[in-house]
């Protein structure tokens, strides 16, 4: 069974442009999770996404956004960059819930911002 | 503000001998603790987990302890071995409005030397 797939696998923008990063989740998991994680900090969540629909968000301002499919696959949007966005970008999908044996990460997307 | 903190960002351990893990949270409404482990270039992966009313939870070489009053839990690998060697996240998760909401630790990086 494929495993949570993310593109591309590294990114180079200048500030002030756009990001499109995209991850596919595992067969049959409806929920996508969206975390951030910069030099030195943690997984920092980002978005969730179940049946299409944004479910919540962490502290992260709005030109942070996305959008779920309708086959479950997503697409993280980041504008006007900053400097700070250089991260690595994680996805994950679970089913429904979180408990139990957690979330299935993909591999990340390396964003370079210049 | 961290509500869930690793408070050491690396450990070394010589194959064979136990590796204890860390982690701290201020959050008494978490109600499920989990452990996911991350190698270089690939997504973290889940390791165990321990519900809020449980005190320990074992997995073969893996055992997650719960100490609520501390709002302490600690990952203790027994026996180390070098394919051990990766950073594991401590994470925390409370249910919100009908849904799970995680938080992850920065991560401690265990190296187990041969």
């Known amino acids: 069974e494929a495993g949570v797939t993310q593109s591309p696998t590294h990114l180079i923008k200048t500030r002030g442009q756009q990001a499109t990063l995209r991850c596919s989740p595992i067969?049959?998991?409806?929920?996508v999770y969206w975390y951030q994680q910069a030099l030195g900090l943690g997984l920092q969540f980002l978005l969730w996404?179940?049946?299409?629909?944004?479910?919540n968000r962490g502290n992260f301002p709005p030109r942070f956004s996305g959008r779920q499919f309708p086959n479950y696959s997503s697409e993280l949007n980041v504008n006007a960059l900053e400097l700070e966005d250089s991260a690595l970008y994680l996805c994950?999908?679970?089913?429904?819930?979180?408990?139990?044996?957690?979330?299935?990460f993909g591999p990340g997307t390396r964003l370079t911002v210049l | 503000d961290q509500q869930v903190k690793q408070n050491s960002p690396s450990l070394s351990v010589q194959e064979g001998r136990i590796s204890i893990l860390n982690c701290d949270y201020t959050n008494s409404m978490f109600d499920y603790f989990l452990w996911y482990k991350k190698y270089p270039a690939e997504g973290p992966t889940f390791l165990i987990s321990?519900?809020?009313?449980?005190d320990k939870n074992e997995d073969g070489r893996f055992t997650v302890f719960l100490n609520k009053s501390a709002k302490h839990l600690s990952l203790h690998i027994v026996p180390s071995q070098p394919g051990d060697s990766a950073v594991y996240f401590c994470?925390?998760?409370?249910?919100?409005?009908?849904?799970?909401?995680?938080?992850f630790g920065t991560g401690t990086k265990l190296q187990v030397i041969p």
């Open positions: 321990i519900s809020s009313i449980k």
């Open positions: 996404y179940d049946e299409g629909e944004e479910r």
């Open positions: 994470a925390a998760s409370r249910t919100a409005g009908g849904y799970q909401k995680v938080t």
């Open positions: 994950a999908s679970s089913l429904w819930s979180l408990m139990g044996t957690g979330q299935f």
């Open positions: 067969s049959g998991h409806t929920s």
